[in-house]
């Protein structure tokens, strides 16, 4: 059967092709990546879309292929990201995971920032993407970069849009999940969480690649969360199983602990 792949539509990682969505931050960071000089730092929770957003950008700008990715969890892109403010003509950079690098190295880039807009530099525009207050973390570095840097906040996507993703994905392998509305809730407005959510439920009703003719899948959404949830264990489990439990018994019990990770879970921010 010729057509895309599962692990190709409904990607669990990399930058999405078939399902790629803009989020609501999209046309301004358009509009900031255009900006001459102008630092761009984009910020909200993992698995938002930040990264395929921006790489998605830099593509319609034609200027995707010559960008230098960077990323705070490579010692050898950290050494680069050191040597930055010393570099002339380095074209689009973009530095991922900026909330790992040390304050030190921050406050550099934070300066460089500075100097790039203040010149209004045509031959360098540096890209920052961290977790929630990323922005916040550079000006307090140094405060007059606020007016000197776009500060993109990805948050949540509206469920229409996480909707459009598993549609897209759909059409693409010519199925229907059955529990589009069902996984749209369950992603909490998490393009990553829908994928993945969208990618079980291909594997549960034996759909790995495009069918030739349209199939409506036969999967339930518990089971299908289960099955992620236990992919997802290894790496949160403990985490959150010690969270809750507290780090001592109290005389009201371990419900405050339990009950305080479950309003994490369903906050807005």
């Given at each position: 059967?010729?057509?895309?792949?599962?692990?190709?539509?409904?990607?669990?990682?990399?930058?999405?092709?078939?399902?790629?969505?803009?989020?609501?931050?999209?046309?301004?960071?358009?509009?900031?990546?255009?900006?001459?000089?102008?630092?761009?730092?984009?910020?909200?929770?993992?698995?938002?879309?930040?990264?395929?957003?921006?790489?998605?950008?830099?593509?319609?700008?034609?200027?995707?292929?010559?960008?230098?990715?960077?990323?705070?969890?490579?010692?050898?892109?950290?050494?680069?990201?050191?040597?930055?403010?010393?570099?002339?003509?380095?074209?689009?950079?973009?530095?991922?995971?900026?909330?790992?690098?040390?304050?030190?190295?921050?406050?550099?880039?934070?300066?460089?920032?500075?100097?790039?807009?203040?010149?209004?530099?045509?031959?360098?525009?540096?890209?920052?993407?961290?977790?929630?207050?990323?922005?916040?973390?550079?000006?307090?570095?140094?405060?007059?970069?606020?007016?000197r840097i776009d500060t993109l906040r990805f948050e949540a996507n509206p469920d229409e849009r996480v909707k459009e993703l598993i549609e897209k994905g759909e059409g693409a392998l010519n199925v229907s999940l059955g529990i589009t509305s069902k996984i749209v809730e369950s992603a909490g407005g998490s393009f990553y969480i829908a994928q993945?959510?969208?990618?079980?439920?291909?594997?549960?009703?034996?759909?790995?690649?495009?069918?030739?003719?349209?199939?409506?899948?036969?999967?339930?959404?518990?089971?299908?969360?289960?099955?992620?949830?236990?992919?997802?264990?290894?790496?949160?489990?403990?985490?959150?199983?010690?969270?809750?439990?507290?780090?001592?018994?109290?005389?009201?019990?371990?419900?405050?602990?339990?009950?305080?990770?479950?309003?994490?879970?369903?906050?807005?921010?």
């Amino acid at each position: 059967m010729s057509g895309p792949l599962l692990e190709e539509v409904f990607k669990l990682s990399g930058v999405p092709t078939y399902t790629f969505v803009k989020p609501t931050e999209y046309e301004k960071l358009l509009v900031s990546l255009r900006t001459p000089g102008r630092g761009v730092v984009i910020e909200g929770p993992s698995g938002i879309g930040k990264t395929t957003a921006v790489t998605q950008a830099l593509a319609v700008r034609g200027i995707e292929a010559k960008a230098l990715k960077l990323t705070a969890r490579k010692s050898d892109d950290v050494k680069l990201i050191e040597a930055l403010p010393d570099m002339k003509d380095t074209g689009v950079v973009i530095i991922d995971d900026f909330h790992r690098l040390h304050e030190d190295l921050q406050r550099r880039i934070a300066d460089f920032l500075k100097v790039l807009a203040d010149e209004e530099r045509q031959d360098t525009k540096l890209i920052v993407v961290g977790i929630n207050k990323a922005g916040d973390s550079l000006v307090a570095f140094a405060p007059d970069l606020n007016t000197r840097i776009d500060t993109l906040r990805f948050e949540a996507n509206p469920d229409e849009r996480v909707k459009e993703l598993i549609e897209k994905g759909e059409g693409a392998l010519n199925v229907s999940l059955g529990i589009t509305s069902k996984i749209v809730e369950s992603a909490g407005g998490s393009f990553y969480i829908a994928q993945m959510l969208s990618h079980e439920a291909c594997l549960t009703g034996a759909a790995s690649e495009r069918q030739e003719n349209l199939r409506a899948l036969d999967v339930s959404i518990e089971v299908v969360i289960s099955r992620v949830m236990d992919n997802l264990s290894r790496r949160f489990m403990q985490v959150a199983l010690g969270f809750a439990s507290g780090p001592k018994l109290r005389k009201e019990g371990r419900a405050p602990y339990l009950h305080i990770l479950k309003w994490l879970a369903e906050a807005d921010d």
